[in-house]
């Protein structure tokens, strides 16, 4: 079933203009030919009236317009002839060439340059006169250029429509990116925020729980100095972090980036913190004389041997744990061991965010890090994590 959709209210509009101006040059005697076949006036009404009922499929059917145009307008040349019949073909060439599909598009131009070409060289060859290129100027105008004119304003239709959707796409992949921001922000808060307080939070519940466990006034008060000590450093890195949050836009505002200068206060730490589970905290630093690395590197090498002493905290059964620093070319090597097994007495729960936190610091940094039990030299089975993080060019790729 065929249907017809509902004029544009621009083509209604076009299609009144035309018929009503064709109608006023009618009224007045105003005709565009001399004597013709069909040279009663009123006949010239009659393409009028098609051309203008025409105009109303120029948006919605512009091919079928153009096919029917056609032989209106060459009707048209049988009669007295009217003006606005004329222009409003032309409208409608050019509606067929904007509205029209693509294929449609290429070819009209084409087509009416051909016929012009062609109309041209017949009536000079059959009139044999300079006035016969008058008509193929005439029949150029009035088909070859609204076709012209139709593909300039496509292309600028068309361009304008690609750079919309490229906006939309930029737009779209600005969004995405904004999306990936937050969220690696939100994962590199998270590790922050797990690093600087679980080594804390995890002494506070080991020795609560001996605290709880044990009824002996020295060790409840020996576990309360530790708890109270973990509280106030806990809070201070907390401030720390949030400061830097606040102030990240300063440059003068407050730094939570720790470095590897600190390592022996953090495994000192460690050691007090550890002492009531049997374990023994100690530094190894084989990089000869220190220097200063890269920030990255520093802050994930410090977040790496916090984390592994936290571990080691909650997990280790009680023996040595041992820090080792180490500088091979370009490659800082970090490693931590620790016993592996039970221990008596109270642990604090685990949920494994510790080593996926290192893991996202190591890939980010283009290192490598491997964490899980091994045998010792001894026979024993220790606890090992040891990451292998660049600090030449490789840093930040």
């Not at 720790?258 to 630093?285: F, K, M, Y």
């Not at 620093?325 to 221990?343: K, M, P, Y």
Request: aromatic residues 4%.
């Amino acid at each position: 079933m065929l249907t017809v959709s509902r004029p544009h209210r621009h083509d209604v509009l076009i299609a009144a203009v035309g018929l009503s101006g064709g109608l006023a040059l009618w009224l007045i005697g105003l005709h565009m030919q001399g004597p013709r076949p069909f040279d009663e006036p009123w006949m010239a009404l009659v393409p009028l009236a098609v051309m203008a009922g025409l105009e109303l499929l120029r948006r919605s059917a512009p091919l079928t317009a153009l096919l029917v145009a056609v032989p209106a307008l060459v009707a048209d040349q049988f009669t007295v002839g009217s003006l606005a019949t004329v222009l409003m073909f032309t409208d409608v060439v050019y509606a067929a060439v904007v509205y029209g599909s693509p294929a449609v598009a290429r070819r009209i131009p084409v087509t009416s340059f051909l016929v012009t070409v062609g109309v041209t060289i017949g009536f000079l060859a059959w009139f044999r006169t300079a006035e016969a290129l008058l008509i193929g100027v005439v029949t150029g105008l009035v088909s070859f250029a609204p076709a012209i004119t139709g593909v300039s304003v496509r292309n600028h239709r068309d361009a304008a429509e690609t750079a919309r959707l490229r906006a939309d796409q930029t737009a779209l992949l600005a969004e995405m990116d904004r999306a990936q921001a937050v969220t690696a922000e939100r994962a590199r808060m998270a590790r922050e925020l797990h690093d600087m307080v679980a080594n804390h939070l995890s002494a506070i519940a080991i020795h609560s729980t001996a605290a709880l466990s044990i009824d002996d006034p020295g060790t409840s008060r020996e576990a309360l100095g530790v708890i109270r000590e973990n509280s106030v450093e806990g809070l201070a890195e907390m401030r720390r972090l949030i400061g830097l949050l606040r102030h990240s836009g300063t440059e003068d505002g407050p730094s939570a980036a720790p470095t590897l200068a600190s390592l022996d206060v953090l495994v000192e730490q460690a050691r007090t913190n550890g002492a009531t589970s049997g374990l023994t905290c100690t530094l190894e630093d084989a990089r000869g004389k220190p220097e200063r690395l890269p920030a990255p590197v520093e802050l994930a090498a410090y977040r790496i041997v916090q984390e592994s002493l936290t571990n080691a905290l909650k997990h280790a059964a009680p023996g040595p744990v041992v820090v080792r620093l180490a500088r091979e070319d370009d490659v800082l090597s970090v490693d931590v061991t620790s016993e592996f097994g039970s221990r008596p007495g109270p642990r604090a729960p685990g949920s494994g965010a510790g080593l996926v936190g290192m893991r996202e610091r190591v890939a980010l940094l283009g290192g490598t890090i491997a964490a899980g039990p091994e045998p010792a030299a001894d026979g024993r089975k220790t606890w090992r994590v040891r990451a292998e993080l660049p600090v030449g060019e490789r840093t930040m790729r």
